[in-house]
């Protein structure tokens, strides 16, 4: 090998070595914000659930082992917990996936940019409002005398009925979807929109010229090519209807029947807050994670995403 060749080899390895030093440096604060605020109080979470441990007790901890975990399991309050927050999760997140692919295939058929840029910020704008003011919207309308009765008699021509919207056990479940739904719509539908503004248009003419029509295009083309972002919004949806908390807890603080809304987060919060058994509360909350944990792999498996080339 040449000296000059040599050089040039030695030259190109110190660039490398000055650009993964930039990179260690620029990763590293984003590495101790996650250690400190995430996976510190997973950690935490894990030790403190082996212990009998109260909040406010002058007394030290005692040392459980597997008993808050094995009380959990045998407990009926927790068990129902984990169906509240199976038919909240299931009954809410997959109509909003589907709705929001939706809407954002409609956004994107709208060729006007002002229209376009209306619709969006109408969607979008009830995810910028705190979980507290959209409970509160939400607990006025579905109120014996709010719009929710008002608008279902009108539709269904029987007025004076109260549909019992925060009374009934049924009822109180689909209200809490329903909220939940309206708040969080938007949000996804931007994230399709950004998946679909991906994909290049050349592909659809290309399929006009051979013959597709549009039910053909959106099964052949944009289905398989915004495979990522369904992935994805799946994903982060299903996440953010395990976790719900701040409608439950907003509509039991109204009035409503708490045990068919009891998700896990408001037991989590019952038990480690009001009854003060901070131990047994840390359980249930590394529970709710290997749950969520589980439910993100079965998705990566199931969809087997992969990189999309054009």
């Given amino acids: 090998m040449k000296p000059n060749s040599l050089t040039h080899k030695r030259k190109y390895i110190g660039i490398e070595r000055i650009q993964a030093r930039w990179g260690i440096a620029f990763v590293i604060p984003a590495i101790l914000f996650f250690s400190l605020f995430s996976f510190y109080p997973i950690l935490n979470a894990l030790y403190t659930s082996l212990f009998d441990k109260r909040v406010l007790s002058l007394l030290p901890p005692t040392f459980m082992g597997l008993g808050n975990y094995i009380y959990l399991f045998k407990s009926a309050d927790f068990w129902n917990s984990v169906r509240a927050t199976f038919v909240f999760t299931f009954g809410t997140f997959m109509p909003m996936v589907v709705v929001s692919l939706a809407f954002a295939v409609f956004l994107s058929l709208v060729k006007n940019k002002k229209v376009r840029g209306m619709f969006q910020i109408a969607y979008y704008t009830p995810a910028v409002i705190s979980s507290v003011v959209a409970a509160a919207i939400w607990l006025l309308i579905f109120d014996p005398r709010g719009l929710g009765n008002q608008w279902v008699n009108f539709i269904l021509n029987t007025?004076?009925?109260?549909n019992k919207w925060l009374a009934d056990a049924t009822m109180v479940q689909l209200s809490t979807m329903i909220?939940?739904?309206?708040?969080y719509i938007g949000y996804f539908i931007i994230l399709f929109v950004t998946g679909l503004s991906t994909i290049p248009s050349s592909i659809y003419e290309a399929a006009t010229i051979d013959g597709a029509n549009p039910w053909q295009s959106f099964w052949r083309i944009t289905m398989p090519l915004l495979k990522p972002t369904v992935v994805l919004v799946s994903i982060m949806?299903?996440?953010?209807c395990l976790k719900t908390f701040g409608t439950q807890y907003l509509f039991v603080q109204g009035g409503a029947p708490r045990a068919p809304i009891n998700v896990i987060t408001l037991n989590i919060y019952t038990t480690g807050i009001r009854n003060q058994r901070i131990g047994r509360a840390s359980a249930m909350s590394i529970i709710?994670?290997?749950?969520?944990?589980?439910?993100?792999?079965?998705?990566?498996?199931?969809?087997?995403?992969?990189?999309?080339?054009?």
Avoid: C, H, N
């Fill in 288 to 310: 709710l994670f290997i749950i969520m944990l589980i439910f993100t792999w079965v998705q990566f498996r199931t969809s087997k995403s992969e990189e999309v080339e054009y």
């Fill in 159 to 162: 007025p004076g009925v109260d």
């Fill in 179 to 183: 909220v939940y739904f309206w708040k």
């Fill in 237 to 240: 949806a299903m996440l953010q």
